[in-house]
C-alpha cells in the first residue's frame, strides 16, 4: 500500500515538474472543446444560389425572392443558360442552381403544376442533402402558397397535411448541444490514453523501467501507480469540461452528475489499461505515439462523434462493437441531454467494464513477458 | 556456500550468440571483476544474474536463490546498478533515494549507516535534481540507490565508464570499503587498469571467460619476455615489428609499444639491429614486467585459455 502511495506521490511530483507537460495536459484540451464544439458544425448556412430563370415571370420572381430572405441562402445572380449552370457548379462559385423552365407560371395557372430543376454539387455529400432538403422546403412552401390564391375552394376544405416539428432533448439543433459531451469523453481517452502510455514508455528509454524491475515491487503496485494520477487528472479535466458546458454552453445536465462520474471513471481505467498495452508494444516514445495516434484517430473517427455511427457501412458497425468512445459517447449524451438513468445505460456500463477488465488483464500480461 | 555459482550459462539474442556456457563461482565478500572488451557479454551476464534476464542454458543461484525460480526473493536480496544512469531525472537527489527506498520496503534512516559515507558527499545538494548533477556524482547516487535495502549482493555494470580519473579512483575506494563490510561486490569494467583493484577477475571475450584468477596470478601467468619499445615512426614500427622472426605479438601501449617475443634467448640487442636495419631512429627498448593488460592481449589471441 505504501509503495502504492508514493508511486503515486513521485508521478504527481514529476507532474508538477514539467510544467509545459502539466499546461499542454489541461490547456489543450479545453481549447479543443471549445473550438471543436464552435467550430466542427453542421449546420449549413451561406449557400450559394444561382439561377436560371427561363420564364421571367410574376411567379417565377417569387419563387426566386423566397430563396433570397433566408439565412442559409445567398443569392449570387441569374444565369443565362443551362451550360452557364453547369459551369458555375463547376467553379465551384455556387453550390446550387436553380432551374425555371419557360411556361412556368402558365403551366402553374393552366395545368395547376410544373416542374423546376435543382443542380447540386454534391462532393460534400451531406452538405448537398441538407441543401436539397431547405430548397425543397422552400420551394414546397411556395407550391403552397400559389395553391392558396388559385383554388377558389376555402383553404379548409383542402385536405392538406402539414408537419409540425418538434426538436427533443436539442431544442434549438444546436451543434455544440450534441458535440460537448462527445468531446469530453474523447479529451478522457487523449490524457488516460496517449498520455500514460507515453509516460510508462519514457521509463524505459531512461532505464529507470529496468531498475523498478529488479526491485521487488509487485505488478499490481506499478500499475496501480502509474494509473491513479491519469485517473486523477482526467476526472479533475472531466470537472473543468462539465463546468464549460454548463456555463459556457449552457447545457443543462440532464441526467445524474454522479452517474456521469462513475462513467468518466470507468472510461479513464478503461484508456489507463489502453495506455499500459500500448506501452508494452512500444519500445520508445516515438513508437507510443504512432501506435495510439492510429488508435485514437481510428476509434474518434468511427465513434459517431461527428458522423451517427448508423449511418456507417455495416463492417464499420461492426469495427465499433470494440470501440470504447462510441458507448462512451452513447452514455455522455444520453446521460447529459436526455436524462438516462443508469438502467438505460447498464449495456453501456458492462461493455465498457468488460473492456476495461480484456485490457488491464491483457496489459499485465504482456508487461509480465516483456520482464 | 559461493555467493554467486554460475553453471553453464548460455544466452543468445536471436542466431548472436552473446554468453556461451559460462560458469563461475564467487566467494562470500569476494570484490569480484569482469574485464572485458565492449561486447563480451558481460551486460547480459548481469542482466540474467540480477533476474532482468532468463538465460537459454544452465542455471545461476546469487545468494543461495536461482535466479529463475527464486526470482521474487531474490531482487530483496540483490543491489543493480546498471551501466548507463538510471534514476529519475526530474526527481531530485532525496527523492530519488526515498523512492527506491520505499520501493524496497525500507526508509533512508534505517540503512543510512551504509551509504553515508558516500551520501554525505552528495548531502549539500540534496534537493538538486538527478539530472543536474555531474557524471561523477550521478554514480554515487545510483551506488546510493543501489544500497539503500543492504543487499546481500552488489552487481555494478560499467559504474566507472565514462568518469574522469579522480572520480574513477574515489569510486574504487568506496567499493573497497564498502567490500570490507562483508558485501559480496560483482563489478565489470572494460578497462583493465581496474582488475588489480579486485580479489579475482575474469576476462571475458565474446561471451566466454578466457581466465579466473587473482589480478597477481594472473600477471604471473605471462612468462614470457617482454619489452617496452618506442621510436621515431610509431606506425612503421609496428608494422616492423609485427613482422620479425622474434615477434609474439605487439601492441601499443601509450608512447611505448609492448613487444612479447618467442623465447628468453631473444635478447634486446638483438631487436635493436633488427629495428636499425629497418632505417628505424631514436629507438629505446627496455624489458618489463608484464601488466593485467599483456595478460588479457595474451589470453585474447591464445585459442585455448589456460585456466
Keep these: 500500500m505504501n509503495r502504492i502511495r508514493y508511486m503515486v506521490e513521485k508521478e504527481i511530483r514529476q507532474l508538477r515538474r514539467n510544467p509545459v507537460l502539466l499546461r499542454i495536459m489541461i490547456l489543450a484540451p479545453i481549447m479543443q472543446l471549445i473550438l471543436l464544439s464552435y467550430a466542427a458544425n453542421y449546420e449549413v448556412k451561406n449557400l450559394n444560389i444561382a439561377v436560371v430563370d427561363g420564364d421571367h415571370t410574376t411567379y417565377s420572381q417569387r419563387l426566386v425572392g423566397k430563396f433570397r430572405h433566408l439565412d442559409n441562402f445567398n443569392l449570387t445572380g441569374y444565369l443565362s443558360s443551362d451550360k452557364k449552370a453547369r459551369q458555375t457548379l463547376l467553379a465551384g462559385d455556387a453550390d446550387l442552381v436553380l432551374v425555371i423552365p419557360p411556361h412556368f407560371e402558365r403551366d402553374l395557372e393552366k395545368a395547376g403544376s410544373t416542374t423546376v430543376q435543382l443542380l447540386l454539387n454534391a462532393i460534400d455529400g451531406s452538405k448537398a442533402g441538407i441543401a436539397n432538403g431547405y430548397a425543397t422546403a422552400i420551394i414546397r412552401d411556395f407550391s403552397a402558397d400559389i395553391l392558396a390564391e388559385t383554388k377558389v375552394v376555402s383553404p ?47 521509463e524505459k528509454e531512461i532505464g529507470t523501467m529496468e531498475q523498478l524491475n529488479v526491485t521487488p515491487i509487485r505488478k499490481h503496485e506499478f500499475i496501480l501507480g502509474k494509473s491513479i494520477p491519469f485517473v486523477i487528472v482526467g476526472l479533475g479535466l472531466f470537472t473543468v469540461g462539465l463546468l464549460l458546458g454548463r456555463f459556457l454552453f449552457q447545457i443543462r445536465i440532464e441526467g445524474s452528475v454522479a452517474l456521469m462520474y462513475v462513467f468518466a471513471l470507468l ?75 443508469f438502467a438505460d445505460v447498464s449495456r453501456q456500463f458492462f461493455v465498457l467494464g468488460g473492456m476495461a477488465v480484456g485490457l488491464l488483464l491483457l496489459a499485465s500480461w504482456r508487461y509480465r513477458k516483456t520482464v | 556456500m559461493d555467493a554467486i555459482i554460475i553453471e553453464n ?5 536471436g542466431e ?109 545538494f540534496k534537493d538538486r535534481r538527478a539530472g543536474q548533477l555531474s557524471g561523477g556524482m550521478k554514480q554515487k547516487l545510483a551506488l546510493c540507490c543501489a544500497l539503500i535495502h543492504k543487499p546481500e549482493v552488489l552487481f555494478l555494470d560499467e559504474p566507472t565508464t565514462g568518469v574522469d580519473a579522480v572520480s574513477r579512483k574515489e569510486f574504487w575506494d568506496m567499493l573497497r570499503k564498502l567490500n570490507e563490510r562483508g558485501l559480496t561486490t560483482l563489478v565489470s569494467t572494460p578497462y583493465m587498469d581496474e582488475a588489480s583493484r579486485c580479489d579475482r577477475v575474469a576476462f571475458m571475450q565474446t561471451g566466454t571467460v578466457l581466465a579466473v584468477d587473482t589480478p597477481s596470478a594472473i600477471t604471473n601467468r605471462f612468462t614470457k619476455p617482454l619489452y617496452a619499445v618506442r621510436a621515431t615512426d610509431t606506425y612503421q614500427l609496428i608494422q616492423d615489428l609485427r613482422l620479425a622472426p622474434f615477434t609474439e605479438s605487439c601492441y601499443a601501449f601509450g608512447e611505448f609499444l609492448h613487444l612479447t617475443v618467442k623465447s628468453a634467448a631473444v635478447s634486446d640487442r638483438q631487436i635493436d639491429s633488427y629495428l636499425l636495419d629497418n632505417n628505424h631512429r631514436n629507438i629505446k627498448i627496455h624489458p618489463i614486467q608484464p601488466g593485467i593488460e599483456d595478460t588479457f592481449m595474451a589470453l585474447m589471441t591464445q585459442p585455448e585459455p589456460t585456466a
Design chain 2, 16 to 124: 548472436t550468440p552473446a554468453v556461451s556456457a559460462i560458469s563461475l563461482s564467487i566467494r562470500p565478500g569476494e570484490l569480484f571483476g569482469l574485464i572485458g572488451p565492449d561486447g563480451a557479454g558481460k551486460t547480459t551476464l548481469f542482466k540474467i544474474l540480477v533476474t532482468l534476464l532468463l538465460p537459454d542454458q544452465g542455471r545461476a543461484t546469487v545468494a543461495g536463490y536461482d535466479v529463475v525460480k527464486d526470482y521474487k526473493a531474490l531482487r530483496q536480496l540483490v543491489g543493480y546498478m546498471p551501466g548507463r544512469f538510471s534514476l529519475y531525472p526530474d526527481l531530485s537527489v532525496q527523492e530519488n533515494l526515498a523512492f527506491f527506498a520505499t520501493v524496497f520496503g525500507t526508509t533512508i534512516p534505517e540503512n543510512y549507516p551504509l551509504i553515508q559515507e558516500i551520501y554525505s558527499q552528495l548531502e549539500p
Design chain 1, 267 to 341: 472510461f479513464l481505467i478503461l484508456c489507463v489499461g489502453l495506455g499500459l498495452l500500448i506501452s508494452t508494444l512500444a519500445e520508445n516514445q516515438q513508437q507510443a505515439l504512432f501506435v495510439s495516434f492510429f488508435v485514437l484517430v481510428l476509434f474518434i473517427l468511427l465513434s459517431g462523434l461527428f458522423a451517427s455511427t448508423e449511418n456507417m457501412p455495416v463492417w464499420a458497425q461492426w469495427l465499433n462493437w470494440l470501440n470504447p468512445l462510441k458507448y462512451i459517447i452513447e452514455v455522455g449524451r444520453n446521460v447529459m441531454l436526455k436524462g438516462s438513468t
Design chain 1, 156 to 202: 379548409g376544405v383542402v385536405s392538406q397535411l402539414t408537419i409540425e416539428n418538434q426538436y427533443w432533448y436539442n431544442p434549438k439543433l444546436e451543434y455544440k448541444t450534441f458535440m460537448v459531451p462527445g468531446v469530453l469523453f474523447e479529451l478522457l481517452l487523449l490524457v488516460g490514453g496517449l498520455v500514460s502510455a507515453l509516460n510508462i514508455v519514457r
Design chain 2, 9 to 13: 550459462v548460455s544466452k543468445s539474442y
